[in-house]
């Protein structure tokens, strides 16, 4: 007998053919915007968009484009605002009023637009022809002239208000840079604009795209009212599931932390740096505990953006998706991340993998999967928290990313191994313990394992990191 927590709504006729009709897609909507609320954050903002995307389905694109603009200068949340309070009271500004970092986003996307405007008119440059590698080291050169030249006062503030926004668009901006080969069906920059900053990611100050860009929007946009009917109600099948994963968050931190006592990961780490640590199997259970704790948030956030995204009528792919039935390292990480991997797939596997080392088989693919896994992470990540080079200045900033260089180190090695190990043919006279349970087990393990250094938050140096594996072992 199969038992569903939810019924597959979106393969009921009848169900279909209602929310087909203008009083079902209300209803449907109505319904979504009530579980959107439980969640919060800018629920309101989010609902307004998906209700002109369902009073204008024909102009789904453009409601898109113009409320993905209007969201991100209204709503500027998505910027590291307590930061920039901070640079505010260092120049001794009293208060940072909002009308000017909304001026600045503003102004922000005006520049990118025409930025994006001169990559399309000259797409021969060697600018449009290497549009990621042209993008990252223009914004380093920026964030370069703005922390070492002379600003003070709301000049300086001004400054990393846009260093933040172009920071957090920076991604988005190269999927349309990336669009330029697609002369016959390619958007127009202020269509493409308003997808720099998704309105269903309102609620989120992420860099990265979710749905991708404007290519893969032209691909899964439901192009007729069954589609739109049967995506929507994928939609709101997705966001009861963030709710119960929500609930199920809730429970479980309840039974692991407070019923059985098992220290939070933070409080054995920082234990571990005093010198004063957990017992051995008590930071082995409070790295199992973080590891699944994590799966289960990151399955909740996605779930909510990428509903949004269907509701609004584009059949979005999970962002997370049964990442404990993994196989191999490289499975893992596309079933945990899905649209991270994109990125780093799209803007470092791809370029690396057509140009080099094209007689060389196993080392095309292992240098490719360097460039993303390794090179292409330490670089997002390095850019998305750009505003510590404010507070610590380049070397420190650089060298306070020692611990997570050395995890996309091992991660990106790691996964290049796999890769060539994957080429092997399975054995079918291996049991089934072995040929399905010991992969998965061995690959959650190993995540489990490297999650010690997947730490961004650069309190703590390399060394205190290898510590706490030592404590792991009673060491």
Same mark, same amino acid.
């Given at each position: ?26 209803? $449907? /909507? &109505?319904?979504?915007?009530? *579980?959107?609320?439980? %969640?919060? #954050?800018?629920?309101? @903002?989010?609902?307004?968009? +998906? !209700? ?58 005006? $520049? /990118? &637009?025409?930025?994006?405007? *001169?990559?399309?008119? %000259?797409? #021969?440059?060697?600018? @449009?022809?290497?549009?990621? +590698? !042209? ?59 308003? /997808? ?14 979710? @749905? ?264």
């Amino acid at each position: 007998m199969n038992v569903r927590l939810i019924p597959s709504l979106e393969k009921d006729p009848l169900l279909v053919a209602r929310c087909k009709q203008p009083a079902g897609q209300w209803a $449907l /909507l &109505a319904v979504f915007t009530l *579980l959107l609320a439980v %969640f919060g #954050r800018e629920w309101l @903002a989010v609902a307004a968009f +998906l !209700a002109l995307t369902t009073a204008f389905p024909h102009h789904r694109r453009r409601v898109l484009s113009a409320a993905g603009m209007l969201i991100a200068i209204a709503l500027p949340n998505w910027l590291d605002l307590p930061f920039l309070d901070h640079v505010a009271a260092q120049e001794g500004l009293a208060h940072l009023p909002r009308f000017l970092i909304r001026l600045i986003v503003a102004a922000v996307f005006v $520049l /990118l &637009a025409g930025l994006a405007a *001169l990559a399309f008119r %000259f797409p #021969r440059r060697l600018a @449009a022809r290497r549009p990621v +590698l !042209a993008t990252i080291l223009c914004f380093c050169a920026l964030v370069v002239a703005v922390s070492t030249a002379p600003l003070t006062g709301w000049s300086r503030v001004a400054a990393w208000i846009s260093v933040l926004a172009i920071a957090r668009m920076l991604w988005f901006f190269c999927y349309t840079l990336t669009d330029r080969d697609s002369r016959n069906h390619r958007d127009s920059v202020p269509l493409q604009a308003g /997808l720099w900053r998704p309105a269903w990611m309102a609620n989120t100050g992420s860099g990265t795209p979710f @749905a991708k860009g404007a290519a893969y929007l032209r691909k899964i946009e439901a192009q007729n009212a069954d589609e739109l009917a049967i995506t929507q109600l994928k939609g709101l099948k997705l966001l009861l599931w963030a709710l119960i994963l929500q609930m199920g968050l809730i429970g479980y931190h309840l039974v692991i932390y407070r019923k059985l006592g098992i220290p939070e990961y933070e409080a054995a780490f920082g234990r571990s740096v005093a010198g004063h640590p957990f017992a051995w199997y008590w930071n082995c259970l409070s790295l199992v505990a973080v590891f699944l704790s994590n799966l289960l948030q990151a399955s909740i956030w996605g779930h909510q953006i990428v509903a949004c995204a269907r509701m609004a009528g584009f059949r979005a792919l999970r962002n997370t998706y049964r990442p404990l039935e993994s196989r191999s390292l490289a499975e893992f990480w596309n079933r945990f991340y899905f649209y991270f991997k994109e990125l780093l797939v799209d803007m470092f596997f791809y370029p690396t993998y057509l140009r080099y080392f094209k007689k060389h088989a196993r080392l095309r693919m292992a240098a490719a999967t360097m460039m993303a896994a390794c090179a292409g992470n330490a670089i997002f990540h390095f850019l998305r928290d750009i505003s510590l080079v404010a507070e610590l200045g380049w070397w420190r900033a650089i060298a306070s990313f020692q611990t997570y260089l050395f995890y996309t180190f091992v991660l990106g090695a790691s996964i290049s191994i796999s890769q060539l190990r994957a080429q092997r043919k399975v054995d079918p006279s291996h049991s089934w313990l072995r040929r399905r349970l010991v992969p998965v087990l061995c690959v959650s393990a190993f995540y489990c394992f490297v999650h010690i250094f997947d730490d961004t938050n650069r309190t703590y140096g390399l060394r205190e990191h290898f510590i706490f594996v030592g404590r792991l072992f009673g060491l």
